[in-house]
Antibody, heavy 131, light 110 residues
Framework: EVQLVESGGALVQPGGSLRLSCAASGFTFSSYKMNWVRQAPGKGLEWVAS????????YYADSVKGRFTVSRDNTKNSLSLEMNSLRAEDTAVYFCAREGGGRHCVVSSCTTYYYYSYMDVWGKGTTVTAS | QSVLTQPPSASATPGQRVTVSCSGSSSNIGSSTANWYQQLPGTAPRLLIYNYNQRPSGVPDRFSGSRSGTSASLAISGLQSEDEGDYYC???????????FGGGTKLTVL
């Protein structure tokens, strides 16, 4: 069964640090880009960070750039999010999500095409409270 | 404010059809593809529609998606009480180099 399980959420004081983990199983972890997405209490979804399958390409949301670091260990099928200088506004449920995708042929000969992607597998989330 | 714009709420009675809109720009929906997620109360988001109108296995054909320019829409036909929840559109933004979400639409089945 394809599964993602987050852990590491806790109550932390503003200015503190925390490390979240996401354990993957049931698929070839190194073949997939992975994401962290968060949801503040009563609010919508907010993308936090992405990391390519090899770990070579990383992107962050402006709201966390310089404070959060995403990494992965493909030998352990594990994704991490190191969170420093935590603020009250970082309080949220943090989800890890697998990113899949493919190529869509616009014409049958596939001489014209585009790539699409989506987050298709999500964990149940782990709660971080900065207070 | 969210980069993608959705109506905050929608409602309909069981059996009816409801649509949810998502407005973006040339750097996201206009150049990428739009996906839709369903989040039922107390649960993680679930992929509902990808690549504008494709359904993952297990998603009923009552759910459908479409795109027009820099906007996308989700339609739910034959509405059921278990469809009540929050619906989010999402797209990769080439200018921001990140995923952007709509603010979410809370669907109420009357």
């Amino acid at each position: 069964e394809v599964q993602l399980v987050e852990s590491g959420g806790a109550l932390v004081q503003p200015g503190g640090s925390l490390r979240l983990s996401c354990a993957a199983s049931g698929f070839t972890f190194s073949s997939y880009k992975m994401n962290w997405v968060r949801q503040a209490p009563g609010k919508g979804l907010e993308w936090v960070a992405s990391i390519s399958g090899s770990g070579a390409t990383i992107y962050y949301a402006d709201s966390v750039k310089g404070r959060f670091t995403v990494s992965r260990d493909n030998t352990k099928n594990s994704l991490s999010l190191e969170m420093n200088s935590l603020r009250a506004e970082d309080t949220a449920v943090y989800f890890c999500a697998r990113e899949g995708g493919g190529r869509h042929c616009v014409v049958s000969s596939c001489t014209t095409y585009y790539y699409y992607s989506y987050m298709d597998v999500w964990g149940k989330g782990t709660t971080v409270t900065a207070s | 404010q969210s980069v993608l714009t959705q109506p905050p709420s929608a409602s309909a009675t069981p059996g009816q059809r409801v649509t949810v809109s998502c407005s973006g720009s040339s750097s996201n929906i206009g150049s990428s593809t739009a996906n839709w997620y369903q989040q039922l109360p107390g649960t993680a988001p679930r992929l509902l529609i990808y690549n504008y109108n494709q359904r993952p296995s297990g998603v009923p054909d009552r759910f459908s998606g479409s795109r027009s320019g820099t906007s996308a829409s989700l339609a739910i036909s034959g509405l059921q009480s278990e469809d009540e929840g929050d619906y989010y559109c999402a797209a990769w933004d080439d200018s921001l180099n990140g995923w952007v979400f709509g603010g979410g639409t809370k669907l109420t089945v009357l």
